[in-house]
């Protein structure tokens, strides 16, 4: 018997962005909000904080790792702006001031309605250069 995974899955931002494309109309049909999560690090690497970070959020969420800036996006699934800033306290509260980050938050459907949009405002509000 296989062992349930416990932290969130970590995959390549083309995989990311083509999950949350996939994940919007079933959010829009079956009616729950989606959060995208942006954090930027001040330094070193994406891959270190991608780390940190999958540990800290649910196993159901998952974690994309932006290959061209020290960045992670995270996909909060049945998670509103308040669920999503729970997540954020968390995770700063783990770096505890140990690593600076930059971060945004969208979220379908209180500011966002397409996909796009939602990697777009998430990034946006985090400083992330588009890529």
């Not at 079933?26 to 940190?52: C, F, H, N, W």
């Not at 999958?54 to 994309?64: F, K, T």
């Not at 992670?72 to 700063?92: F, S, T």
Request: aromatic share 4%; hydrophobic share 55%.
């Amino acid at each position: 018997m296989s062992q349930p995974r416990l932290n969130a899955l970590v995959v390549d931002e083309k995989m990311f962005r083509h999950l949350v494309v996939l994940e919007m109309p079933k959010a829009m049909r079956l009616q729950y909000p989606i959060s995208v999560l942006t954090i930027v690090r001040a330094d070193g690497t994406g891959e270190s904080l991608a780390g940190i970070v999958r540990r800290l959020v649910r196993a159901a969420d998952l974690v994309g790792l932006v290959t061209a800036q020290p960045a992670v996006r995270i996909l909060l699934m049945n998670a509103e702006l308040k669920g999503a800033q729970m997540v954020i306290d968390r995770i700063l509260a783990e770096l505890a001031g140990s690593i600076f980050v930059r971060w945004g938050l969208a979220c379908f459907p209180a500011t966002v309605r397409t996909a796009d949009d939602l990697l777009a405002q998430a990034d946006a509000a985090a400083g992330l250069a588009a890529s």
